[in-house]
C-alpha cells in the first residue's frame, strides 16, 4: 500500500509524563495552636498581682478527664525541680457534677507531694479551696416541656378516676377554637435562653503558703503549726 494512501491513528500523541515536584516544609499546612485555655475563674475576683507574682498553672476537670494525667501535671507543675523564679501554684477547677473527681485528684496529690523527693517524706503542701460560678445557657423551650400541661411528668401519680376527668377535660380544651394570647413578660423572654449560675469548685495547690489566698479562703496543709503559729 502506498504510504501516502495509509490510515492516519486518530488519537492524539501521549503527553510526557508529569514531573513530580517535591514537597518542601513550606507546603505543609501550619498547625494554629488553639487559644482557648483553662483560666482563673473570673467570679472569685482574685487580685490581678496573683498572676505575675506567682506562676499559676490551671486545669479544668471533666467528667471524661483521665486522673492520672492531671494528677502527673500537678506534680511536674509542684516539683522543686521546676522551681524558677516564681513560686508555683496549681489551681483544678470543675463545675458541681465533677467535683467528686476533682477531689479525688487533688488527694492523690497532696500524698504524692507529701512522699516528698526520694520518698522520704517530709514534703509539704498547702490547700486552698473557693466556690465560684460560671453562666451557662439553656434554651427556654427545654424548660417550658418538663412544667406544661400534658409534659413528660403527666402521667405520673394519677388515680383511676382522675384519669377519666382530665381525658373529659382535654376533650372539651380540644373543642375551643381560640388562640391563648402570651402575657407581656413572656412577650419579652420569647426567643431568649436561660441564663443560670452554676456552681465551680476551685482548689489551689501549692508548696508554700499563699498569703493572699489565705485571708481570703483560710488554709489546709500537713506542715505541722509552729510555736510562732500557735501564737498567731
Same mark, same amino acid.
Given at each position: 500500500?502506498?504510504? #501516502?494512501l495509509?490510515?492516519?491513528?486518530?488519537?492524539?500523541?501521549?503527553?510526557?509524563?508529569?514531573?513530580?515536584?517535591?514537597?518542601?516544609?513550606?507546603?505543609?499546612?501550619?498547625?494554629?495552636?488553639?487559644?482557648?485555655?483553662?483560666?482563673?475563674?473570673?467570679?472569685?475576683?482574685?487580685?490581678?498581682?496573683?498572676?505575675?507574682?506567682?506562676?499559676?498553672?490551671?486545669?479544668?476537670v471533666?467528667?471524661?478527664?483521665?486522673?492520672?494525667?492531671?494528677?502527673s501535671?500537678?506534680?511536674? #507543675?509542684?516539683?522543686?525541680?521546676?522551681?524558677?523564679?516564681?513560686?508555683?501554684?496549681?489551681?483544678?477547677?470543675?463545675?458541681?457534677?465533677?467535683?467528686?473527681?476533682?477531689?479525688?485528684?487533688?488527694?492523690?496529690?497532696?500524698?504524692?507531694?507529701?512522699?516528698g523527693?526520694?520518698?522520704?517524706?517530709?514534703?509539704?503542701?498547702?490547700?486552698?479551696?473557693?466556690?465560684?460560678?460560671?453562666?451557662?445557657?439553656?434554651a427556654?423551650?427545654?424548660?417550658?416541656?418538663?412544667?406544661?400541661?400534658?409534659?413528660?411528668?403527666?402521667?405520673?401519680?394519677?388515680?383511676?378516676?382522675?384519669?377519666?376527668?382530665?381525658?373529659?377535660?382535654?376533650?372539651?380544651?380540644?373543642?375551643?377554637?381560640?388562640?391563648?394570647?402570651?402575657t407581656?413578660?413572656?412577650?419579652?423572654?420569647?426567643?431568649?435562653?436561660?441564663?443560670?449560675?452554676?456552681?465551680?469548685?476551685?482548689?489551689?495547690?501549692?508548696?508554700?503558703?499563699?498569703?493572699?489566698?489565705?485571708?481570703?479562703?483560710?488554709?489546709?496543709?500537713?506542715?505541722?503549726?509552729?510555736?510562732?503559729?500557735?501564737r498567731?
Open positions: 500500500m502506498p504510504a #501516502h495509509a490510515t492516519r491513528d486518530p488519537r492524539p500523541p501521549p503527553s510526557p509524563p508529569a514531573t513530580k515536584r517535591k514537597r518542601t516544609d513550606s507546603d505543609s499546612p501550619v498547625p494554629v495552636p488553639s487559644s482557648k485555655k483553662p483560666c482563673l475563674d473570673v467570679s472569685l475576683r482574685l487580685p490581678s498581682s496573683l498572676e505575675t507574682k506567682y506562676d499559676i498553672q490551671v486545669q479544668s471533666l467528667s471524661s478527664s483521665k486522673m492520672q494525667q492531671r494528677v501535671a500537678v506534680l511536674r #507543675h509542684l516539683s522543686p525541680a521546676a522551681d524558677g523564679v516564681k513560686t508555683r501554684l496549681s489551681v483544678l477547677r470543675a463545675r458541681a457534677p465533677d467535683a467528686g473527681k476533682l477531689v479525688s485528684i487533688a488527694e492523690i496529690a497532696k500524698r504524692e507531694l507529701a512522699v523527693e526520694g520518698g522520704g517524706g517530709g514534703g509539704r503542701w498547702y490547700q486552698y479551696v473557693a466556690l465560684g460560678e460560671e453562666k451557662q445557657e439553656r427556654r423551650d427545654e424548660v417550658v416541656e418538663e412544667t406544661v400541661l400534658g409534659g413528660p411528668n403527666k402521667a405520673r401519680g394519677r388515680s383511676s378516676r382522675g384519669d377519666k376527668v382530665e381525658e373529659e377535660e382535654e376533650e372539651e380544651e380540644e373543642d375551643d377554637d381560640f388562640e391563648v394570647m402570651k407581656p413578660l413572656e412577650r419579652a423572654i420569647e426567643g431568649k435562653p436561660l441564663v443560670r449560675a452554676v456552681p465551680v469548685l476551685n482548689l489551689f495547690l501549692a508548696r508554700v503558703s499563699v498569703e493572699e489566698l489565705k485571708k481570703r479562703y483560710g488554709e489546709q496543709t500537713n506542715d505541722p503549726p509552729t510555736s510562732e503559729n500557735k498567731k
